[in-house]
């Protein structure tokens, strides 16, 4: 069995924790062909995640924020628990709160219909 490490990722559109193989620490997976098994957690309280669901992502769905050592990860897998520091704990609120606090100020243009059938912004 391939050895996985624990891994704080973009996946789509969301910052999540993440377990993948450990080899794309080292090696990364170039090719678009190649693609990426990973198992996501879920927080669930405080340090607390829990497993949520495999999924297999292509390279461009899934982006490595920061790989994470043996020392911050308590891993329960007969149970589907892990815990995370503190300071992962922290550096996951950082994270999280910069990608909302750089979208919130751009409001997208709304538009609206006007009853002759056309769309106005």
Known sequence: MTPQKFALAQVHDDVCLVQVCSSLAHEGCHSALCAVEAQIYAHEFITIF???????????????????????VLDEADKGTVFLARDVMERLRRLTDRRWSIGRNIRAPRATYSRGGRWMS
């Open 50 to 72: 829990r497993y949520s669901h495999p999924a297999v992502l292509h390279p461009s769905d899934i982006r490595i924020l920061e790989w994470l050592d043996e020392q911050s």
